[in-house]
C-alpha cells in the first residue's frame, strides 16, 4: 500500500489539509457476480477507464486483504440476490466474497443489485439490503425494465452511466482527504 503524500498542514478543526495533497492514482476494485447484467461489464469497465487518473493496466491477481488494501473504493455491479445473501449473511466462500468480508469499512463501497423481479420483491431482499447499508455500503438503486427473462418489473441492474456518474462523485469526496 503507498503511502499519502506528505501534505500541507491541516486547517485548525478540520480533517483535511488546507489545501489539496499530491494527486495519487485512485483505485476501484470492481466485484462482478454471476446476474446476467454482467453482460454490461465491458462498457462499465471501458467507461470506468475514461475517467480521468484512472487506471490503465492490469495487473496480476492477488488475495483478497492484497485488494482490499490496494482498492480505495470497491464497486459491486453487478450484485446478484445470491451474493447480496452471502454477503449479509457474513459467508466468504470465493474471492469476492472474502474482499467484501475483509473490506476496510472506512472506505467506500458501492453495490448495484441485479435480479429477476420475483427474487427482488422476495421479503428476504429488503433485510439483506438493509444490512448492506447497516456495514455503510452504498446502494445504487436498480431500475425497473422488461429483464433478459422477459419478466417486466424492478431488479435490472442501474444503467452503466448512472453507475459511472456516481463513482465519480464518491471519488471526489475521497480524493483530497484520505481516512485515517
Not at 496480476?60 to 470497491?74: C, G, K, Q, S, T
Not at 421479503?123 to 452504498?138: E, H, I, K, M, N
Request: charged fraction near 20%; aromatic fraction near 4%; include cysteine.
Amino acid at each position: 500500500m503507498e503511502p499519502w503524500p506528505a501534505g500541507p498542514p491541516m486547517e485548525p478543526g478540520s480533517s483535511c489539509p488546507a489545501a489539496a495533497p499530491v494527486e495519487r492514482q485512485f483505485r476501484i476494485l470492481v466485484g462482478v457476480t454471476g446476474s446476467v447484467a454482467a453482460l454490461k461489464l465491458p462498457l462499465l469497465v471501458s467507461k470506468l477507464l475514461d475517467i480521468p487518473g484512472m487506471w490503465k493496466r492490469r495487473s496480476d491477481p492477488v488475495l483478497h486483504i492484497e485488494l482490499r488494501r490496494w482498492a480505495d473504493l470497491m464497486l459491486v455491479a453487478p450484485l446478484d440476490a445470491n451474493t447480496l445473501g452471502k454477503v449479509a449473511s457474513g459467508i466468504c466462500d470465493n474471492l469476492l466474497t472474502c474482499v467484501l468480508r475483509a473490506w476496510d469499512r472506512s472506505k467506500p463501497l458501492l453495490f448495484c443489485l441485479a435480479m429477476n423481479t420475483a427474487m427482488w420483491e422476495h421479503p428476504l431482499t429488503a433485510q439483506q439490503r438493509d444490512q448492506l447499508r447497516v456495514f455503510g455500503y452504498t446502494e445504487i438503486p436498480c431500475v425497473a425494465k422488461t429483464l433478459v427473462c422477459g419478466d417486466q418489473g424492478m431488479g435490472a441492474m442501474a444503467e452503466v452511466d448512472t453507475i459511472v456518474d456516481r463513482v465519480r462523485e464518491v471519488m471526489s469526496q475521497h480524493r483530497g482527504c484520505p481516512k485515517s
